[in-house]
């Protein structure tokens, strides 16, 4: 330790904010360092989000356009070759369910699933989800396995 490289004790050191607003005699009474008059002087004041000083706001100047539908429902894709994969790790060996795939982490507890063509299946699994493809219900049939929607 030297004289270049000394500082303070952790937590010594406390800079409290400006005391605003504490009679003529701070330097910092009457207006308290707001300015004169507007809005941002009086109390209360908070600007809306997205103001920009009486400007027309962004999402007042960008046009509004598409459609989002309430009634779409979401699926979780699972490709073929991912499901070849735990067989191959001997995680699953002949049936796969919903509990199966949450516990491998592949899909989480509350979503839809649907199994996807990608990849080939080489093993004979009863899968059972809620939607396939039809290639991916095909590669399942055609390796000796069944292809059931829940």
């Known amino acids: 330790m030297n004289l270049s490289n000394l500082q303070p004790a952790e937590g010594s050191v406390n800079r409290d904010g400006k005391r605003l607003g504490r009679g003529q005699g701070s330097g910092k ?18 600007k809306k989000i997205g103001f920009e000083g009486g400007q027309m706001p962004l999402q007042r100047r960008v046009p509004k356009f598409g459609f989002t539908n309430i009634n779409r429902k979401e699926y979780q894709g699972i490709n073929l070759d991912r499901l070849q994969a735990l067989v191959d790790d001997k995680v699953i060996k002949e049936t796969v369910t919903l509990d199966i795939l949450v516990e491998n982490g592949l899909v ?25 493809t039809a290639t991916a219900k095909a590669a399942i049939e055609a390796a000796g396995g069944e292809a059931i929607s829940l």
Do not use: D, P, Q, W
């Open 29 to 46: 009474g009457g207006t308290a360092a707001r300015g004169h008059k507007g809005a941002k002087s009086r109390s209360g004041y908070s």
């Open 108 to 132: 989480r507890k509350n979503e839809l699933v649907k199994i996807l063509g990608g990849g080939e299946l080489k093993a004979s699994l009863k899968i059972s989800v809620h939607k396939f």
